[in-house]
């Protein structure tokens, strides 16, 4: 696990207190989005598709520590949009770090180089950019729309890591995507220096461009399985095990979305940070009024049937780790013996290494191999 020990400590006191008080429902990271306007269009994302006079918009400061105030979540992501671009963000940081939440920073990391050379953050155990890197970097920029974004990306971390700051990778995976490719990204983020890195499966926004990449249950499952069994001792990651071991088709579990609770310009989003149907005036209203029995994939819901993300479910997993010996025993296990040697998963690998991928496989699909062909012939 590459978290550290007194962020470690801080969760678990925090989780072991709601086991204490008999809470069910508790929140353990507040999704705070001061701005949904972002310097890319992902083909895969929900969150930019706004009209202009709303990505205009963002929260003030005060607004932002209010709903930290409200929440009672020791950790605070700060997602988007791109959160570089919020003026304030500076302001912001310290203000969280002097609430001594646990920052995670949601970064394209396109301006971070910029900002991190104009002194706008200082390092703090507190603080960690969490750099959204989908892949190597024909994947990566494939998957940004962008050319160059995955190097400019890399470029950061690198001097990030160099001027002492804690930084990790985010990483969305799609259907398509090649399992090697996924293994050979994760030994470059290692070798970035990064801290540890944490890995999920997309959701299927409703107006996300892109609707046809979207991984359904058993292909995530799959996927994941060849991706994480029989896994190098020197990949970090950080988040739950047992989340992992739950994307590997090893767990079943259910989401608990009151766990990532998110604040933005309209309020308290209902019921979740993937799912838009309404908005609460506080978190007490958002926690107690919100009809959580129609969510999850028990509730039947469509919309929750295929979702794995870890905002719902690594929650789910956290408070298993804390909910008994047998929950505590096995993220235990799970770091310990976290190689998970599996010969099934590593012949499917080896046979996923001769298939097409990515950009490649959606040309095979619109029909376009022979012209593939004759082009691999020429050269």
Avoid at 354 to 376: C, I, Y
Wanted: charged share 25%.
């Amino acid at each position: 696990m590459a978290v550290p020990v007194s962020q470690m400590w801080t969760v678990a006191v925090y989780v072991l207190g709601q086991k204490i008080r008999r809470r069910r429902r508790y929140p353990l990271v507040l999704m705070l989005e001061p701005l949904f306007r972002c310097n890319l269009a992902c083909a895969g994302c929900g969150k930019i598709q706004y009209p202009a006079h709303i990505l205009r918009k963002h929260l003030s400061v005060d607004e932002c520590l209010r709903a930290v105030d409200e929440c009672p979540a020791p950790m605070v992501s700060i997602p988007g949009g791109e959160p570089l671009l919020y003026p304030h963000i500076g302001e912001l940081v310290k203000e969280l770090v002097k609430h001594r939440k646990y920052i995670y920073l949601c970064t394209n990391a396109i301006l971070l180089k910029e900002k991190l050379d104009q002194g706008v953050f200082k390092p703090s155990k507190y603080l960690t950019f969490s750099v959204h890197m989908d892949g190597q970097q024909e994947h990566h920029d494939f998957a940004v729309c962008r050319e160059g974004v995955y190097e400019s990306a890399a470029e950061a971390i690198r001097t990030a890591v160099e001027m002492g700051f804690r930084v990790t990778t985010n990483t969305t995976l799609f259907d398509g995507a090649d399992p090697n490719s996924v293994r050979a990204f994760f030994d470059e983020m290692m070798q970035l220096g990064v801290e540890g890195m944490t890995v999920s499966p997309g959701y299927a926004y409703e107006k996300a461009p892109d609707q046809q990449s979207f991984l359904k249950h058993k292909q995530t499952n799959e996927l994941f399985e060849m991706i994480l069994s029989n896994r190098p001792k020197r990949w970090k990651f950080n988040q739950s095990p047992l989340f992992l071991e739950f994307l590997m088709g090893k767990r079943d579990y259910e989401c608990t979305p009151w766990g990532n609770p998110t604040y933005n310009l309209f309020g308290w989003q209902k019921p979740c940070y993937l799912l838009q149907e309404g908005y609460a005036d506080t978190f007490d209203e958002l926690l107690n009024d919100t009809e959580w029995e129609n969510y999850g994939r028990a509730s039947g819901n469509p919309k929750c049937q295929q979702c794995m993300v870890h905002c719902g479910y690594e929650p789910t997993a956290v408070d298993h780790t804390f909910s008994s010996f047998g929950g505590l025993w096995a993220t235990i296990k799970a770091m310990v013996f976290n190689t998970y040697a599996n010969p099934s998963a590593e012949k499917n690998l080896a046979e996923e290494a001769n298939k097409p991928h990515g950009p490649l496989a959606r040309l095979v699909e619109l029909g376009f191999d022979d012209d593939l062909k004759e082009t691999a012939g020429a050269a």
